[in-house]
């Protein structure tokens, strides 16, 4: 059984930071891209980033410079760090794993239950 559990959401004021965790299980997610999207009320999911087997990150232009994600294939966990929030970042950010590196979220067949993050302004 496949899983894929974050954590680390929560409230922030802007300008701070944030570092979310997502867990995977129920196989070795080591040759997996592993990608975090966030949705927020009344939008469509969005892209936030991912990183390739081989380390190799992708960014959305809206969080570049300023989010960092990183893989510790030991723990088959990901890690997003997030500094300099913006009350824009506010979302329900989701975790996802699949075989192709890619910012559509259908290329992802695995999700996570997403975590909730909030930046106050």
């Known amino acids: 059984q496949v899983q894929l559990v974050e954590s680390g959401g929560g409230l922030v004021q802007a300008g701070g930071s944030l570092r979310l965790s997502c867990v995977a299980s129920?196989?070795?997610?080591?040759?997996?891209?592993r990608g975090w999207f966030r949705q927020a009320p009344g939008k469509e999911r969005e892209f936030v980033a991912f990183?390739?087997?081989?380390?190799?990150?992708n960014y959305a232009d809206s969080v570049k410079g300023r989010f960092t994600l990183s893989r510790d294939n030991t723990k088959n966990t990901v890690y997003l760090q997030m500094n300099s929030l913006k009350p824009e970042d506010t979302a329900v950010y989701y975790c996802?794993?699949?075989?192709?590196?890619?910012?559509?979220?259908?290329?992802?067949?695995?999700w996570g239950q997403g975590t909730q993050v909030t930046v106050s302004s």
């Open positions: 996802a794993a699949g075989l192709i590196p890619a910012s559509h979220s259908g290329e992802y067949p695995y």
């Open positions: 990183v390739t087997s081989g380390d190799n990150t």
């Open positions: 129920g196989r070795t997610f080591g040759a997996y891209v």
